[in-house]
């Protein structure tokens, strides 16, 4: 089993001024394994296909990720950042996360 160590984003609502919320991205690492690595290239109607994953990611949770773990937005690896797509709460120390696309949201 490879091992895993990145960053995960979390988006955070955040008061910018009286009245308007913006959600905030924050970033902050983890380290645990590949469970799952899979590759899927999805060929369209496009000039480059679509690029999937369907890898799952076992790391070792902190309270922050255990309590926030809803708000997970993307997963660093490999160089890019990938929509995160499935949270299942293992145990107490330990989630397990899914990705599938290259994620083009905001981030920190």
Same mark, same amino acid.
């Given at each position: 089993?490879?091992? %895993? ?10 008061? *910018?001024?009286?009245?308007? &919320? ?14 799952? /690595? ?10 480059? /296909? /679509?690029?999937? *994953? ?6 070792? =949770? /902190?309270? %922050? ?11 660093? &690896?490999?160089? *890019?950042? &990938? ?24 981030? =920190?």
């Amino acid at each position: 089993m490879a091992k %895993y160590f990145g960053n995960i984003g979390f988006g955070e609502a955040q008061e *910018t001024s009286p009245g308007v &919320w913006e959600n905030v991205i924050v970033e902050r690492p983890y380290y645990g394994d590949v469970v799952r /690595d899979t590759l899927e290239v999805r060929q369209g109607d496009k000039v480059l /296909d /679509d690029l999937r *994953t369907g890898n799952a990611f076992s790391i070792v =949770a /902190d309270g %922050y990720a255990e309590n926030n773990f809803f708000a997970m937005k993307y997963l660093e &690896w490999a160089g *890019t950042k &990938w929509d995160i797509k499935q949270v299942e709460v293992r145990s107490r120390a330990r989630l397990q996360i899914r990705i599938g696309g290259v994620y083009n949201g905001p981030t =920190a």
